[in-house]
C-alpha cells in the first residue's frame, strides 16, 4: 500500500511517499481501508522527534474510511462499515495498531479506537473529528465540569480543538466566549458562540470579563505561554483553566494570588490519556447524526502531497481542519 513515512526527524521534507507493506489485524483490531486522514498539529512535534518515536514511522493519527477485514474478536464492526477514530500513539500498549499512524491507503487499528460514521456525514468530516473532538470533549466535560448555564471562554475559536468546542459548549447550553481573528468572526457566530472577540483586539481582557457576569467558569487554552495569567485573570471563582498547549518554557504565571484567592483549578491535559475513546466517539457521532456538531473543512490535500499539508496545518491560518484523501 502508499504511506507516507520517515526514516529520520525533521522539516516535512523527510515524509516520503513509499510502497509499505500491508498489516492484517490481530484478533481484537480492524483493517480499515482510509478514504480520509486528519492532519493535527502534533504529528508536526512527532516528526520533529519531540517524542522520540521509533523509526520508521507512519505519522498521523485521525482517519475515516471503511472497514475491510476483522479480527476474529472484533465485536462491534462488520466488513463495509463506515468508520472514523483516533490512534493514539503516547502511551503505547505496545500493540501494533498504536505505533502505526494513519497517512496510508490502509490502517489497523483497535476497535476501541473507532466508532461508526453515521450515513451522509463525509469521510473528510470524520476525518477532521477524532482528535480534536476528544480533545475538546475531554477539556470541556471531563476536567472543565463544564454545565449548562456556566461560562466558557474558548481561545482561537475557529481552530481545530476551538470550532469543535465552540459548539460543545454551546450545544449543552452553556455561554460561549471565544476569541478569534478577525476573518473568522462569521464562522464562530454560525457555530454558535454567544460573543466574539479579536484575539488581538485592545482592551481583550475587560472585553472578557465584561461579557460574563462572575467571571469565566471554564478556560479552554492552547496557548499557554500567551493567556495562562489572562486566564486566571477572567476567571470565576472555583474555576478551571484547561491547558492543552503551547509555549511551555515561557514564565507563565506572573502572580499566583489571583489563582489562590479563587480556588481555581489549573489542569493540564493531553487527550492521548483519555482512556474510553470510542465512548467518547459515539457520542460525537450522534451530535453529527444529529446535525448538532460539524466540522469545518477548510482544506484537502492529496495523500502523496503529506508534507505540504503538514506545513501548511502550522504555518497558515485556515477555520477548522486540514484533511488528507489517499
Ligand atoms: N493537549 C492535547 O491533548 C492537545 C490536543 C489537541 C491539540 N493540542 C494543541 O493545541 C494547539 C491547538 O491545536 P489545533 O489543532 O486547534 O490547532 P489549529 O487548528 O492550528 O488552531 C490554532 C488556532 O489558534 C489561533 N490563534 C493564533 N494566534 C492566536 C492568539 N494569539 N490568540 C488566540 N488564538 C490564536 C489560530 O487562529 P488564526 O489562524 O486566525 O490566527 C487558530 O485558530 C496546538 O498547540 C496543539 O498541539 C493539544
Not at 21 to 38: M, S, W, Y
Not at 142 to 164: A, D, R, W, Y
Not at 261 to 286: C, H, S, W, Y
Request: hydrophobic share 40%; aromatic share 6%; with cysteine.
Amino acid at each position: 500500500m502508499r504511506a507516507i513515512r520517515y526514516h529520520e526527524f525533521g522539516d516535512p521534507s523527510v515524509l516520503e511517499l513509499e510502497d509499505v507493506e500491508q498489516l492484517t489485524p490481530d484478533a481484537d483490531e480492524v483493517l480499515v481501508e482510509t478514504r480520509a486522514i486528519g492532519v493535527n498539529p502534533c504529528d508536526t512535534l512527532r516528526r520533529q522527534g519531540l517524542w522520540g518515536d521509533e523509526l520508521p514511522l507512519i505519522p498521523g493519527s485521525d482517519v475515516a474510511g471503511v472497514v475491510e477485514m476483522v479480527g476474529e474478536r472484533v465485536t462491534r464492526f462488520d466488513v463495509g462499515d463506515r468508520v472514523f477514530g483516533t490512534i493514539p500513539h503516547l502511551n503505547v500498549s505496545g500493540a501494533r495498531g498504536d505505533r502505526q499512524g494513519t497517512y496510508a491507503e490502509f490502517v489497523v487499528a483497535r476497535e476501541d479506537r473507532l466508532a461508526r460514521l453515521p450515513d451522509g456525514v463525509s469521510f473528510e468530516i470524520g476525518a477532521g473529528l477524532g482528535l480534536v473532538g476528544i480533545t475538546a470533549w475531554r477539556a470541556l466535560f471531563h476536567f472543565g465540569e463544564l454545565e449548562p448555564g456556566q461560562t466558557c471562554l474558548i481561545h482561537g475559536g475557529s481552530g481545530g480543538v476551538g470550532h469543535i468546542a465552540v459548539q460543545l459548549a454551546a450545544t449543552i447550553g452553556a455561554t460561549v466566549i471565544a476569541t478569534t481573528s478577525d476573518d473568522y468572526r462569521p464562522i464562530v457566530e454560525r457555530l454558535g458562540a454567544d460573543v466574539v472577540l479579536e484575539y488581538d483586539q485592545r482592551g481583550l481582557q475587560d472585553a472578557v470579563i465584561e461579557s460574563s457576569e462572575r467571571g469565566v467558569d471554564v478556560v479552554l487554552d492552547h496557548m499557554l505561554g500567551e493567556y495562562m495569567q489572562f486566564d486566571i485573570d477572567v476567571s470565576a471563582y472555583g474555576g478551571t483553566v484547561v491547558a492543552i498547549g503551547g509555549n511551555y518554557d515561557s514564565p507563565v504565571i506572573q502572580d499566583l494570588t489571583a489563582a489562590i484567592g479563587k480556588d481555581l483549578t489549573i489542569q493540564p491535559m493531553d487527550m492521548f490519556n483519555e482512556p474510553n475513546i470510542d465512548e467518547v466517539l459515539e457520542r460525537l457521532a450522534r451530535l453529527l447524526d444529529a446535525d448538532r456538531l460539524t466540522v469545518n473543512i477548510a482544506r484537502t490535500y492529496d495523500l502523496d502531497d503529506g508534507a505540504e499539508a503538514q506545513r501548511a496545518v502550522v504555518e497558515d491560518s485556515f477555520a477548522g481542519k486540514i484533511v488528507l484523501v489517499p
